[in-house]
């Protein structure tokens, strides 16, 4: 059983803001690897518990969210978008996906740390259907035969991942309290929003998460058709907002491919209206 593993370090249980713990030359951002691989190691754990043999752990935060280090030796580390193919997502013949670590698209209410690639994006859909990170790769991940099976992360982020793909095992370590969507914000501004949060303990969290995981596998395991494949048909449509940032008036960007959502998310079609 080879399970893929996306993630992200806003959505890690202790990790508080974006410019301290986010960013390449915040304060605490080797606390916030840490905190992350953790959480990961937990996953895999889980995972392998449950009969995984594989566990390729894909780190698709900016500047480096995994600190290799501490990465359970059982697991591949992937980093990058390789050449034309999505994470390394089809490099291997994945049996399932998870992601840990992740956060809430662009806009959500009571959500922490909330965006959708960066905090200047103040929407995206694709064929009109708004999505986040999550949803973008769990489409990309529909099209290649890979479903999803588990997400960890902020609370409005499982919200998120049950409303799309109701099939899927979600762990919850944290969540936000900040109401409102935000869009009145510069993207300067929205980096500033939904700091505020209720965390579990990092201890608490990979319990939880090592628990799940396991649980989700095994349930996967059990009945493979419970957890479906996202069904999109072409053509395939996207739409970004960008918000006002850094003195640049807002504008959207716009993508059309007849052929896939991957060759959509590599730029295809793409049009910048201002």
Known sequence: MKVYIMTDIEGAAGVLDFVNWAQADGKYHEEAKMLLTEEVNAAIDGFCAAGADTIFVCDGHGPGGIDVSRLDKRAYYSRGWHGARPFGLSDMDFDCMAFVGQHAMAGTPFSHLAHTENTRTLYF??????????????????????PVIFASGEKAFAEEVEKLTPWVHTAVVKEGVTPGRGDECTGE??????????????????????????????????????FKLISLSPPYVSEMKVRAFGGALPYRITGESMTSIVSLMNGEGRRVIR
């Open 125 to 146: 859909s694709i064929n009109g259907i708004e999505v986040g990170e999550y949803g973008e790769m769990a489409l990309i991940g529909s099209e290649l035969g890979v």
């Open 189 to 226: 501004e929205y980096r500033r929003r939904n700091l505020s949060a209720i965390h579990l303990s990092p201890q608490r969290a990979r319990k939880l998460i090592r628990e799940k995981s396991e649980a989700a596998l095994r349930d996967f395991t059990a009945d493979k058709e419970k």
